[in-house]
């Protein structure tokens, strides 16, 4: 069973322009969650999704940054008109059911996205 | 705000010494989670402690959590070098089961 994919593990992009980062969760796993890590600091949760639905993003900027999770394909973090303070690693988890529920069912991670803005 | 604080940040050990991490949280929680993450690569699960007094160990790791002193410790016994990597607990408010609050992580790195 493949883990959580994520593509690309590094992205490069001018003040200015869009990144798109793509999460394909685990078989069978259909709630999402995207997180945060700044450089010297502990991942921050920006928002969690289940098929066609955003559940809570609470976490998530109110300008520039949006998340989808279509109903075919995978989960989508789009960045506009980046700018040097979103560099950072942009992880996202996958659950099969709603992490913290009855279960103890644990968030697993992809590999991560290494945006660099210049 | 759930604020969550590890120390030491920063751990220079010796092979076959004993270490705890420490992971302080501020507000009350159901669950805490430690993972580990090496250089560049994603985060891998450790433990999962749900209730007051809960202990789990894994080989030379060993995690317990006290809710009452909202802490959790993550002991090392007789390190190895495979165990440097960045050490992170993490916390989920009673009301947001799924939205983990991280700490800054502790960067272990156990020498020969």
């Known amino acids: 069973n493949a883990g959580v994919m994520q593509n690309p593990r590094h992205l490069v992009r001018r003040r200015g322009q869009e990144a798109r980062l793509r999460c394909s969760p685990m078989?069978?796993?259909?709630?999402v969650y995207w997180y945060r890590q700044l450089p010297e600091e502990g991942l921050k949760f920006m928002v969690y999704?289940?098929?066609?639905?955003?559940?809570?993003e609470s976490g998530m900027p109110k300008e520039r940054f949006s998340a989808e999770f279509p109903k075919e394909g995978p989960s989508i973090l789009r960045i506009q008109q980046v700018v040097r303070g979103d560099s950072a690693a942009y992880f996202c988890?996958?659950?099969?059911?709603?992490?913290?529920?009855?279960?103890?069912?644990?968030?697993?991670f992809g590999p991560g996205t290494r945006l660099t803005v210049l | 705000e759930l604020k969550v604080e590890q120390n030491p940040l920063f751990l220079s050990m010796q092979e076959e010494k004993n270490y705890t991490i420490y992971c302080n949280y501020s507000?009350?929680?159901?669950?805490l989670y430690w993972y580990r993450q090496d250089p560049g690569k994603s985060l891998e699960s450790l433990f999962v402690?749900?209730?007051?007094?809960a202990v789990k160990q894994e080989g030379r790791l060993m995690a317990s959590l006290d809710t009452k002193a909202r802490l959790s410790t993550l002991h090392i016994t007789a390190a190895v070098h495979d165990l440097s990597a960045t050490y992170f607990c993490?916390?989920?408010?009673?009301?947001?089961?799924?939205?983990?609050?991280f700490g800054k992580g502790t960067s272990l790195l156990v020498t020969p």
């Open positions: 988890a996958s659950s099969p059911l709603v992490a913290g529920g009855p279960t103890t069912d644990t968030q697993y």
């Open positions: 078989k069978g796993h259909s709630h």
């Open positions: 999704l289940q098929k066609e639905n955003i559940i809570d």
């Open positions: 507000t009350t929680s159901d669950r």
């Open positions: 402690l749900l209730s007051n007094g």
């Open positions: 993490a916390v989920t408010p009673s009301n947001s089961g799924y939205a983990l609050n």
